[in-house]
């Protein structure tokens, strides 16, 4: 078992202090769990839309009632359910662009560029939203046999 470590506030600024220089990519997000309240720890270092998809990732486990895992296994190597992870990555990035948004976002024929900027994403989310929704193929052409 890990011991149970609570870090003073020297400890805190030390630990944001690393993530915000030596580490950036160390930790996006995670949800903190007290008795029944979750708290969202959120990497600020991160450009604002990296950080939306990483609290709308974190929203969408909390939303899906995901339960409490423990982040490490006992040799300190990090903890993952794929599964889980995927159900999030889904409905955050569905959080940061609905369906309808998207189809309505391809009506108007907006870039990727214009969509991220346009629901404070990534162009990478943007695209990756505009083809998961099938948007971009309703303004394709149908060809016919």
């Given amino acids: 078992m890990l011991p149970d470590v609570t870090p003073g506030i020297d400890g805190i600024a030390d630990a944001v202090a690393y993530l915000h220089r030596a580490e950036q990519g160390a930790l996006s997000a995670v949800t903190v769990f007290c008795g029944t309240a979750r708290a969202i720890v959120n990497n600020d270092a991160h450009s604002p839309a990296r950080q939306a998809s990483n609290l709308s990732h974190e929203l969408a486990h909390g939303l899906l009632l995901h339960p409490p895992t423990p982040a490490l296994d006992l040799r300190g190597c990090r903890l993952w359910n794929q599964d889980i992870e995927d159900e999030a990555d889904w409905l955050g990035a ?52």
Avoid: V, Y
Avoid at 94 to 105: E, F, K, M, Q, S
Avoid at 130 to 141: C, E, H, I, K, Q
């Fill in 94 to 145: 569905t959080l940061l662009i609905p369906g309808p948004a998207a189809r309505a976002a391809a009506r108007r024929r907006l870039s990727h560029e214009q969509i991220a900027d346009k629901f404070g994403c990534s162009i990478e989310m943007a695209r990756w939203r505009m083809n998961m929704t099938g948007a971009l193929r309703m303004l394709t052409p149908r060809t016919r046999a």
